[in-house]
T-cell receptor, first 111, second 113 residues
Framework: EDQVTQSPEALRLQEGESSSLNCSYTVSGLRGLFWYRQDPGKGPEFLFT???AGEEKEKERLKATLTKKESFLHITAPKPEDSATYLC????????????FGKGTRLSVIA | DAGVIQSPRHEVTEMGQEVTLRCKPI?????LFWYRQTMMRGLELLIY????????DSGMPEDRFSAKMPNASFSTLKIQPSEPRDSAVYFC???????????FGDGTRLSIL
């Protein structure tokens, strides 16, 4: 069964304190890995897609990396506006399920 | 650009009533997805459509749930009869095709009393 596990469940950082969020996955074959950001009362907002091990994508203070078993979302010098829940999802290369989501990491950045 | 539009944003109704959730995907997107989000189970895919045709409905909890996509610009998710355990946030998402990033609406928060 395809599975996605995110850790930690919640993370509290001081403004400027860099850290990383983890997404571990087990799939029979990986077509792509997606990162989303979700603010309270809103739908998930697409951030990145990664397709192969070694690939990296960057956007402002966020950088996503991918290995064969996990992905990391690195947050450099975070600001309070980076506070949100970050969701990871994998797209298996077989079967009918387009995306399997993890339960997310709730990030709070304190000024 | 208009994103995915869902209505209503909030719905409170009594057990046993019929509930209809609505979704307008992004114009030009050929794939549409319905999800349910709860604290316990996270985001779960209920059903998805390609070119208005249902492809996988294995996530639909039971026969009380049904979804339709009569045309490329509209879809509904219906629950009849509703039960308290159906209370959740329901999201609709669309994408160019099933392999492209999905874009989500802001959801319908459903409460069944």
């Amino acid at each position: 069964e395809d599975q996605v596990t995110q850790s930690p469940e919640a993370l509290r950082l001081q403004e400027g304190e860099s850290s990383s969020l983890n997404c571990s996955y087990t799939v029979s074959g990986l077509r792509g890995l997606f990162w989303y950001r979700q603010d309270p009362g809103k739908g998930p907002e697409f951030l990145f897609t990664l397709y192969s091990a070694g690939e990296e994508k960057e956007k402002e203070r966020l950088k996503a990396t991918l290995t064969k078993k996990e992905s990391f979302l690195h947050i450099t010098a975070p600001k309070p506006e980076d506070s949100a829940t970050y969701l990871c999802a994998v797209q298996p290369s077989s079967g009918n399920t387009p995306l399997v989501f993890g339960k997310g990491t709730r990030l709070s950045v304190i000024a | 650009d208009a994103g995915v539009i869902q209505s209503p944003r909030h719905e409170v109704t009594e057990m046993g009533q019929e509930v209809t959730l609505r979704c307008k995907p992004i114009s030009g997107h050929n794939s549409l997805f319905w999800y349910r989000q709860t604290m316990m189970r996270g985001l779960e895919l209920l059903i998805y459509f390609n070119n208005n045709v249902p492809i996988d409905d294995s996530g639909m909890p039971e026969d009380r749930f049904s979804a339709k996509m009569p045309n490329a610009s509209f879809s509904t998710l219906k629950i009849q009869p509703s039960e308290p355990r159906d209370s959740a946030v329901y999201f609709c998402a669309s994408s160019l095709n099933e392999n492209q990033p999905q874009h989500f609406g802001d959801g319908t928060r459903l409460s069944i009393l």
